[in-house]
C-alpha cells in the first residue's frame, strides 16, 4: 500500500501483517502483540511484567524481526553502570583523540531485560533516552533514532536484590503489560511446535520475515494524527484521568501525561480496528494498560486484596460514558 491508501487501511493492513507473523513464533498472546503494535505506533515504551519462561524475550525479538528494527539486548544487573548502556568517550592512541564508543542504547528497540534488577543510577540512564530520544555524554547530546523504543521485563515475584522503579521512569512507559501463562490449548500448541523442530534462537527457519520498513512505519506514525478523537471522547479521557485522583482507594492519581498517553494509543487503535475515529471501547481496552503502574494504592487497600487494577476497572464502571 502506498501513502495516499488511507491512512486507517494501512494500519489494519500492518495489524494484519504482524499478527500474522508473530503467529509463526508466538502461541496466545493476541492482545499483548496487538498492545505492542499500538506502543510502537504510537512511539511509546512499554514495561512487561510476568514470571520466567512466559516469551517477553522472544515476543520483542520477534516483533522487532517483522518490523526490520535493529534490536539490542541488555541484560540488567546490580553492577551495571549508566555508561555500559549509553556509552563512553575512549581515548584513541593512534588518532591523539577521543571517540565515542556507542552503548546498546544506541538502537531502534531496546531491550531492558530485568530493569528493576539495575541501581537506581543506571535506571536513570535510560530516562533522557526514553523522554527525549538523545543522550548526553560529557555533555555533548546524541540523537537516537526516531522509532526509539524501550521494552523492559520484570519478574513480579523476586524482590531480593532487586530496586523498584521510581514513580518518575514508571510514568515514562506508555504500557505496563501484564504476561500471564498461556492457556492449556496455547501451551499444548507450544509443545506440538518445539517437538515438531520449532527452535527460538532461530526464527527465520520458522518463518519470521520482515514484513514493513522504518520508512513505512515512520510514514504511519506521522499520518496516524489524521485519526480523529471527538470532544466527548477527550472528555471522556480525561474524566476517567481525573477520577483516579480523587479515588478512596488511591494515594496518588494518574497525572496529565497519563491522558495524553491514552489518547495517543487510542487513536492508533481505533486505526489498527481500521477506523479513523476513536470510539470509547477504543479508549476502555487501553485503560488498564496504560493506568496500572501510574497508581499508587493506599494501604489499607493493599490489604484488602484491591489492586490498581481493580480500582481502575471501578473508575471505568463510574465514569459516564459519551454517546
Same mark, same amino acid.
Not at 514508571?170 to 523442530?197: N, T, V
Not at 519470521?208 to 506521522?222: A, F, K, W
Not at 474524566?239 to 497525572?255: D, F, K, Q
Given at each position: 500500500?502506498?501513502?495516499?491508501? #488511507?491512512?486507517?487501511?494501512?494500519?489494519?493492513?500492518?495489524?494484519?501483517?504482524?499478527?500474522?507473523?508473530?503467529?509463526?513464533?508466538?502461541?496466545?498472546?493476541?492482545?499483548?502483540?496487538?498492545?505492542?503494535?499500538?506502543?510502537?505506533?504510537?512511539?511509546?515504551?512499554?514495561?512487561?511484567?510476568?514470571? &520466567?519462561?512466559?516469551?517477553?524475550?522472544?515476543?520483542?525479538?520477534?516483533?522487532?524481526?517483522?518490523?526490520?528494527?535493529?534490536?539490542?539486548?541488555?541484560?540488567?544487573?546490580?553492577?551495571?553502570?549508566?555508561?555500559?548502556?549509553?556509552?563512553?568517550?575512549?581515548?584513541?592512541?593512534?588518532?591523539?583523540?577521543?571517540?565515542?564508543?556507542?552503548? #546498546?542504547?544506541?538502537?531502534?528497540?531496546?531491550?531492558?531485560?530485568?530493569?528493576?534488577?539495575? &541501581?537506581?543510577?543506571?535506571?536513570?540512564?535510560?530516562?533522557?533516552?526514553?523522554?527525549?530520544?538523545?543522550?548526553?555524554?560529557?555533555?555533548?547530546?546524541? $540523537?537516537? &533514532?526516531?522509532?526509539?523504543?524501550?521494552?523492559?521485563?520484570?519478574? #513480579?515475584?523476586?524482590?531480593?536484590?532487586?530496586?523498584?522503579?521510581?514513580?518518575?521512569?514508571?510514568?515514562?512507559?506508555?504500557?505496563?503489560?501484564?504476561?500471564?501463562?498461556?492457556?492449556?490449548?496455547?501451551?499444548?500448541?507450544?509443545?506440538?511446535?518445539?517437538? =515438531?523442530?520449532?527452535?527460538?534462537?532461530?526464527?527465520?527457519?520458522?518463518?519470521?520475515?520482515?514484513?514493513?520498513?522504518?520508512?513505512?512505519?515512520?510514514?504511519?506514525?506521522?499520518?496516524?494524527?489524521?485519526?480523529?478523537?471527538?470532544?466527548?471522547?477527550?472528555?471522556?479521557?480525561?474524566?476517567?484521568?481525573?477520577?483516579?485522583?480523587?479515588?478512596?482507594?488511591?494515594?496518588?492519581?494518574?497525572?496529565?501525561?497519563? =491522558?495524553?498517553?491514552?489518547?495517543? =494509543?487510542?487513536?492508533?487503535?481505533?486505526?489498527?480496528?481500521?477506523?479513523?475515529?476513536?470510539? #470509547?471501547?477504543?479508549?476502555?481496552?487501553?485503560?488498564?494498560?496504560?493506568?496500572?503502574?501510574?497508581?499508587?494504592?493506599? $494501604?489499607?487497600?493493599?490489604?484488602?486484596?484491591?489492586?490498581?487494577?481493580?480500582?481502575?476497572?471501578?473508575?471505568? =464502571?463510574?465514569?459516564?460514558?459519551?454517546?
Amino acid at each position: 500500500m502506498n501513502s495516499e491508501t #488511507p491512512v486507517e487501511e494501512r494500519a489494519s493492513d500492518l495489524a494484519g501483517r504482524m499478527s500474522e507473523m508473530l503467529g509463526k513464533a508466538i502461541v496466545g498472546h493476541e492482545a499483548t502483540i496487538q498492545q505492542l503494535l499500538v506502543a510502537v505506533l504510537a512511539r511509546g515504551h512499554v514495561l512487561l511484567e510476568g514470571v &520466567p519462561g512466559t516469551a517477553k524475550t522472544l515476543l520483542a525479538k520477534t516483533l522487532a524481526m517483522s518490523m526490520g528494527m535493529e534490536f539490542k539486548r541488555v541484560q540488567m544487573t546490580p553492577d551495571l553502570m549508566p555508561s555500559d548502556i549509553v556509552g563512553t568517550n575512549v581515548f584513541d592512541l593512534a588518532s591523539n583523540a577521543f571517540h565515542l564508543r556507542r552503548g #546498546p542504547i544506541f538502537t531502534t528497540l531496546l531491550l531492558a531485560d530485568e530493569i528493576n534488577r539495575a &541501581p537506581a543510577k543506571t535506571q536513570a540512564g535510560l530516562l533522557e533516552g526514553m523522554q527525549e530520544r538523545q543522550v548526553t555524554i560529557d555533555g555533548e547530546r546524541h $540523537p537516537l &533514532p526516531e522509532g526509539f523504543t524501550v521494552f523492559a521485563t520484570q519478574n #513480579p515475584i523476586e524482590y531480593e536484590g532487586t530496586y523498584p522503579l521510581p514513580e518518575a521512569q514508571l510514568d515514562r512507559f506508555m504500557f505496563k503489560l501484564l504476561i500471564p501463562y498461556p492457556s492449556a490449548d496455547a501451551e499444548d500448541e507450544l509443545l506440538a511446535r518445539y517437538d =515438531a523442530g520449532f527452535d527460538a534462537d532461530r526464527l527465520q527457519e520458522a518463518g519470521v520475515q520482515t514484513v514493513t520498513t522504518e520508512d513505512e512505519l515512520g510514514q504511519l506514525r506521522r499520518d496516524i494524527q489524521q485519526v480523529n478523537a471527538e470532544p466527548g471522547v477527550l472528555h471522556y479521557i480525561g474524566e476517567i484521568v481525573r477520577a483516579t485522583r480523587t479515588n478512596p482507594s488511591l494515594v496518588l492519581g494518574c497525572s496529565p501525561r497519563a =491522558a495524553v498517553m491514552l489518547l495517543k =494509543a487510542s487513536k492508533v487503535l481505533a486505526g489498527l480496528r481500521g477506523r479513523r475515529f476513536v470510539t #470509547p471501547d477504543d479508549v476502555k481496552a487501553l485503560a488498564l494498560p496504560c493506568l496500572r503502574h501510574r497508581v499508587i494504592l493506599r $494501604p489499607e487497600a493493599d490489604i484488602e486484596g484491591l489492586t490498581a487494577d481493580d480500582v481502575i476497572q471501578g473508575v471505568l =464502571a463510574t465514569v459516564q460514558v459519551p454517546r
